[in-house]
């Protein structure tokens, strides 16, 4: 498996080894012993698996009291990812990253506790799978508004498909030291 590190250091890219042959293709998704060896430290405890129409963004997410490191990519279709720094200690706090990721290459994202994740559907559809360093806590569940102009991000979806609650996060700046983590 090849790993590069991001401009987030902390953040790494996985592209796992693909196995082709007449009647397909086979690869290992995940295999605890070899992602440690690889810089990837967390323990996993759960998993969830995203449907999306083109056009959708989910995003961006964080926990605050139970935060989650993931594991994310996408099994079918592509998407735009992007991981923001939010560790308020963190010299690269603010600071963003993002690239696609497909169900053709398998790529995946290490994001570790502390960043805001989300994602933008490119193409049709899209199935992503993420692992979870900590269960889902719907106390603790924060986000930062898509379109922070703080942040800059540049999406590629101008007017994203949003749910109610995306639609209605702060900025970084408006969400306060006391939401953001460490």
């Not at 056009?55 to 139970?66: A, D, E, F, M, S």
């Not at 979870?132 to 508004?145: L, M, Q, V």
């Not at 991000?153 to 006391?178: C, E, F, M, N």
Request: aromatic share 12%; proline share 8%; charged share 25%.
């Amino acid at each position: 498996m090849k790993v590069t590190p991001t401009k987030l250091p902390e953040v790494l890219l996985l592209e796992p080894k693909i196995f082709p042959d007449d009647r397909g293709h086979f690869l290992e998704t995940y295999q605890a012993d070899r992602y440690r060896e690889c810089g990837v430290p967390a323990r996993f405890v759960q998993d969830n698996l995203s449907y999306s129409i083109k056009g959708v963004l989910r995003g961006l997410h964080y926990q605050l009291g139970q935060p989650q490191g993931k594991l994310v990519w996408a099994v079918q279709g592509r998407i735009f990812d992007v991981v923001v720094d939010i560790r308020k200690s963190s010299p690269s706090f603010g600071h963003w990253i993002s690239l696609e990721l497909d169900g053709d290459s398998y790529r995946q994202l290490y994001v570790p506790e502390g960043f805001a994740h989300g994602f933008c559907v490119l193409s049709a559809e899209a199935v992503v799978i993420y692992k979870c360093t900590d269960y889902y806590a719907p106390k603790e569940e924060r986000g930062i508004i898509w379109n922070d102009p703080g942040l800059g991000i540049d999406w590629p979806v101008k007017d994203p498909l949003l749910s109610p609650k995306d639609l209605i996060y702060p900025t970084l700046h408006q969400a306060g030291r006391d939401q953001l983590p460490y």
